[in-house]
């Protein structure tokens, strides 16, 4: 398992450096074989730099994405591992048994392995865990997916047999988010009781937080002694400290504009690797003008993606064309569903009965890159007889008035978790897209037995959408990660904000 | 900070004199009247390109097809932004935004202060005593705090800024015409006319304003400067006008990033900036010179 | 003397207890809810109702004032709507910064405006006096930020000699670190804060040269040095110490943008940061410790006047500013 990883890892670094087209200087593939590992790499400080603080410690008390970031796969593991490129992996699982009824689960946990207050992990400790996610007070993101666990038990201390209510193919996969905490800790807003190969140093509010390797770690070692994340509220300010080598690596830039200092500097390593945060158009479908098809074609073939892709990101980013991106196992090339073409946009307007345009207020987030494509969005579909009014709100209007309240034309929006089309087979989701053929796929997806039915229904589903424009998908975030060219072993695509830090070597 | 500060380097505690160029009458008289000269042609220069910027700018603001960054040179004389867009025409949109926060602030900040130092200024004994505390502590709180909480409370918007801007100012301007107010009514010639029976508002009329008007144009005028400075900072910090309004604030932050690739972004905004608020201090200073030749003092 | 510190005392608990409940209402009174901040997108009604519940914003005003005063008479600040954590021991923290910061660029402007303002009234006639004060009128035209950007660019990005930002993991465990990491800030903030400084400065020592009692001792005989010294520094002292009492506060206050440009963990960018998160509890604390600040600096410098100058002593001297 560890050799293919490896290998995966290399391709997506050449992979990264073939879609960055200015890049040329670095030799991709050389780079593993080029930096040797010296002896002394294993007593390493490795600085991370990131825009993402957490909140608190607490993944199930609101502790964002910063804690995800900086603890999943660092701290705390899940039974099963997500790893960088998708795949699901056992973890602190050693094996599971689906029953034949599909509704049954039995895990059978790893052995020896210790908490860092030095307790050993139990059945006992999976099921508070897993309670936690799902209990009342509960603010874990993930909390729905657990709706269909209807009991667990615990006949041993190395066994969990979780019931479910129904059918749940991606309940594996959902395990991989459910961090196992040692049933008796306390304090886990500032403090931590995982299993993972690092523990919890210091944390010092607005600024730092480090991690520590764990001696008792049961499985292999992290590969260096300290990781430090340096926390900023400005992308400036991250560049500058990895200019003047105040940290090492910075976990996903936000913005081109800086990269030009580092992707022509031997010192650095810009790498391109696969995101899952999609920027959305997204129509509320169930009013007029949007509530047909036909408008929101035009709309998204008026649109030209690729222009604004460039403005925004320079030649870094992809064009998708569904909700779904490649990482996903369903994913497929829709960005010709909708094609940008003006007279095709025109054609089709004056096809839904609006042959001289229409007008629509566009609910945009005051922070970037909102505004900024607002604008953009704007002057194209002026060219098509549309006229855009841009109403500026932050991101706490946009979560009443268009999250909740529903009360919008269109908005724009980031989504930011992979798998996450499934929210189209949800008619009560903020957009309003209700296709009950979509509904079912969507359901049955998630009861089907094999990944490979789930896979085909899920295709259905994103053809559905993109034929209906349920939303204009208008481009995937690109994951650019900066390091220093010493150190080796980063994740590249930092799936769900995730960033495994254990790998990391420095020369 | 500093330049946020309510009660920064303008003389609102010391109405009669401070900060000034106050040498010996007959050299400074000449270079007194150089100091207006050059005030006005620094701060008209930028209302010259804010007017202008109405009718006419080199590209649309929205246009974004010149490409990113592209160096100085026709057709895009001082280049472009990261978007595409043509610098120059943002610097005079800048010019246009900057004035609009500082007078927007100073009219604002005016109407309310004068209004609420001409009450404390007649006031008496406790009522002094409280407004007196109050207007110390609101200036106790510099201006850009208060914006942020405006902003908080509103949204992030040149009005937002303006209003923020404008209430600092005017505890700054109330205390000011409190204490000029006061000075006015302590001189004998009221007494005078309040015993052949003027009515206050034609005493306010007639004596305090005329009496008080130079001082506060001069102050007012500093303030002005202090305000551009202001709006600037919220820019900066993101709670200025939003985006894709161009602010030199916001310019200034936006260019930090290509700071070593694209220097003109990051130093441009800034030198206008900086032209505009020592013209308006300097037209400042000669208004006071103007005002009040003899320059008594009061300590 | 006593009777005036019992004022002045009375004075500052009143403005801080005033000052408080004003923030109180005005954070209340503004529109969105804090609990949209906690959640993220997917969140059901239970998941919303709970998040209010928890901070208590779905309880009435009056009955959320009377929890926030009975916290306030036992020195607790309240805990965090975001992090769920106590707000007093992080705004301890991030004192740690802010402080040090203050009084260093504090101390810098004063060392550099003294002379310099002194030296630019009192050489006026020499080609240097008009120069610094250009340069003074110059300074207080720019802006902080600015300063900030072009100092980075030049010391830490071009010369690679001072770092961009940051503050070391472990405060001031290695003063020389701490030092270095506020080299740049403090030298932004000296330097505008100076600018204006100079002119205060200036304007007190023309005020003190032109006055009669200092011809008066000249033409007595008295040499310039003297007078100076026995009279002149005294009186010119008076409204420059008010200045610098409200310069002080004003920079402790207003640091939050020197702390963004610097990426410093200060009480400036926790302020900003819980303001965007509509964090009551933390901007409160934070105002409420700042102002008890800026309170106590104005008590200082008050106090300092008096001694200074004994014409003041007897009245409340705020009207001698």
């Not at chain 1, 490795?46 to 609101?62: F, K, R, V």
């Not at chain 1, 706490?396 to 980031?414: C, G, I, S």
């Amino acid at each position: 398992m560890n050799r293919k990883t490896t290998s995966l890892f290399g391709a997506a670094i050449a992979l990264g450096l073939a879609l960055t087209a200015c890049g040329g200087t670095d030799d991709g593939t050389g780079t593993k074989s080029t930096s040797p590992a010296s002896a002394s790499s294993t007593d390493a400080t490795i600085g991370i730099g990131s825009l993402y603080e957490p909140q608190n410690l607490d993944n199930t008390a609101g502790g964002g994405q910063g804690v995800t970031e900086a603890f999943n796969g660092n701290v705390y593991e899940g039974l099963f591992r997500l790893t960088d490129d998708g795949k699901v992996e056992n973890l602190l699982a050693k094996d599971y048994k689906v029953g034949s009824d599909g509704l049954t689960y039995t895990f059978t946990l790893q052995d020896g392995v210790k908490f860092h207050s030095g307790e050993p992990l139990t059945s006992a400790d999976v099921k508070y865990s897993i309670e936690k996610v799902t209990a009342d007070g509960s603010q874990s993101a993930r909390k729905s997916s657990f709706a269909v666990i209807k009991k667990i038990e615990t006949p041993d201390d190395h066994t969990v047999t979780v019931t479910l209510s129904s059918k749940s193919i991606s309940f594996v996969y959902n395990l991989s988010y459910i961090w196992i905490i040692n049933d008796q800790a306390k304090d886990l807003a500032t403090s931590e009781d995982g299993t993972g190969p690092y523990k919890l140093g210091t944390w010092k509010r607005g600024d730092s937080l480090s991690l520590d390797r764990f001696p008792g770690y049961w499985g292999t070692a992290a590969a260096n002694k300290q990781v430090v994340f340096h926390y900023f509220t400005d992308a400036t300010a991250l560049n500058n400290a990895l200019l003047t080598n105040a940290v090492d690596v910075v976990t996903s830039e936000q913005s081109p504009d800086a990269l030009a200092q580092f992707s022509g500097n031997d010192a650095y390593k810009v790498t391109n690797g696969h995101s899952t945060t999609k920027l959305l158009l997204a129509f509320n479908d169930r009013k007029a003008p949007f509530d047909k098809p036909l408008v929101r074609k035009a709309v998204t073939s008026a649109i030209d993606n690729k222009k604004l892709l460039n403005s925004i990101w320079g030649e870094y980013g992809t064009l998708i064309g569904s909700m779904v991106p490649p990482t996903d196992p369903w994913y497929e090339d829709l960005t010709k569903v909708n094609p940008y073409d003006v007279n095709l946009a025109k054609k089709q307007l004056a096809d839904a009965g609006y042959p001289s345009g229409f007008s629509f207020t566009l609910d945009t987030p005051n922070y970037d890159p909102h505004p900024t494509a607002a604008t953009f969005i704007k002057s194209e579909l002026a060219k098509v007889g549309i006229t855009v009014k841009i109403n500026v709100i932050t991101a706490d209007e946009w979560y009443t008035k268009v999250y909740k309240n529903r009360d919008f034309a269109a908005t724009m929006q980031e989504h930011v978790n992979d798998r996450d089309v499934v929210w189209y087979g949800n008619p009560d989701f903020y957009w309003g897209y209700d296709n009950p053929q979509v509904t079912a796929w969507v359901k049955q997806a998630e009861e089907s037995d094999t990944a490979e039915a789930q896979t085909e229904l899920l295709k259905k589903v994103n053809q559905r959408i993109a034929a209906d424009a349920a939303s204009d998908w208008l481009y995937l975030y690109p994951q650019i990660v900066v390091a220093s060219s010493k150190l080796s072993g980063y994740p590249l695509n930092g799936l769900n904000s995730q960033f495994y830090a254990y790998g990391i070597k420095k020369a | 900070m500093t330049h946020a500060n309510p009660a920064g380097p303008s003389d609102t505690a010391d109405p009669g004199g401070a900060p000034h160029s106050g040498g010996a009458a007959p050299a400074g008289r000449r270079r007194r009247s150089a100091t207006l000269v050059t005030g006005c042609v620094l701060a008209g220069t930028i209302v010259a390109v804010a007017v202008i910027s109405l009718f006419w700018v080199p590209f649309s603001p929205e246009d974004t097809s010149g490409g990113r960054l592209a160096p100085p040179g026709p057709p895009h004389l001082l280049g472009t932004d990261k978007l595409g867009r043509d610098l120059l025409t943002q610097l005079m949109i800048g010019a246009r935004v900057a004035l609009t926060a500082g007078l927007g602030s100073v009219a604002l900040g005016g109407l309310l202060g004068v209004v609420a130092g001409l009450l404390a200024g007649f006031a008496t004994r406790w009522l002094d005593d409280t407004i007196s505390a109050l207007l110390d502590i609101l200036i106790a709180f510099p201006t850009l705090l208060l914006a942020m909480l405006v902003v908080a409370a509103r949204e992030a918007s040149l009005g937002s800024a303006i209003l923020a801007i404008g209430l600092a100012m005017s505890a700054i301007v109330a205390r000011l015409t409190r204490v000029l107010v006061k000075r006015v009514l302590a001189q004998d010639f009221i007494t005078a006319s309040r015993t052949s029976g003027t009515s206050w508002p034609r005493v306010v009329a007639e004596h305090v304003l005329p009496n008080i008007w130079p001082t506060l144009l001069v102050n007012l005028a500093l303030q002005l400067g202090l305000a551009v400075l202001a709006e600037a900072s919220l820019s900066y910090l993101g709670l200025g006008a939003p985006p894709p309004n161009a602010s030199w604030g916001r310019m200034l932050q936006e260019a930090q990033a290509t700071v070593l690739t694209a220097p003109l972004g990051a130093i441009a905004p800034g030198v206008l900036l900086v032209v505009l608020v020592v013209g308006v201090n300097l037209v400042a200073d000669g208004l006071r010179d103007v005002a009040d030749p003899t320059r008594r003092r009061t300590r | 003397m006593t009777t005036y510190l019992l004022r002045r005392m009375a004075f500052l608990v009143v403005s801080l207890l005033l000052a408080s409940t004003v923030l109180f209402l005005l954070l209340r009174l503004l529109p969105g809810d804090p609990a949209n901040s906690l959640l993220s997108v997917g969140a059901s009604p239970e998941q919303i109702a709970a998040a209010r519940h928890r901070i208590g914003s779905d309880r009435p005003l009056p009955e959320q004032f009377v929890t926030w005063l009975g916290q306030m008479a036992t020195f607790d600040l309240g805990t965090s709507f975001i992090s769920t954590l106590p707000v007093g021991p992080e705004i301890a923290s991030r004192l740690v910064v802010t402080v040090p910061l203050t009084l260093l660029a504090f101390l810098l402007a004063v060392v550099v405006a003294v002379p310099v303002g002194f030296v630019a009234a009192h050489r006026s006639n020499r080609w240097y006096g008009p120069l610094l004060t250009g340069v003074s009128q110059l300074g207080i035209a720019v802006p902080v930020f600015w300063v900030g950007m072009l100092l980075i660019t030049a010391f830490a990005l071009y010369f690679q000699i001072l770092p961009a930002g940051g503050f070391p993991q472990d405060d001031w465990a290695n003063p020389a670190d701490a030092l270095t990491s506020l080299a740049l800030p403090v030298v932004t903030i000296a330097l505008v804060m100076s600018a204006s400084l100079i002119r205060y400065v200036r304007s007190a020592t023309v005020d003190v040269l032109d006055s009669d009692y200092l011809r008066t001792f000249r033409a007595l005989g008295s040499s310039f040095t003297r007078a100076m010294w026995s009279h002149g520094l005294r009186n010119a002292a008076v409204p420059v110490v008010s200045i610098l009492g409200i310069e002080l506060a004003t920079t402790f206050l207003g640091a939050v943008v020197v702390e963004s440009v610097f990426a410093l963990p200060g009480l400036g960018s926790m302020l900003a940061k819980a303001i965007a998160q509509h964090d009551y509890p933390v901007v409160q604390g934070v105002l409420f410790v700042s102002t008890f600040g800026v309170l106590v600096i104005g008590f200082v410098a008050d106090l300092v006047q008096r001694l200074i100058d004994p014409r003041l002593r007897g009245t409340l001297s705020r009207s001698a500013r």
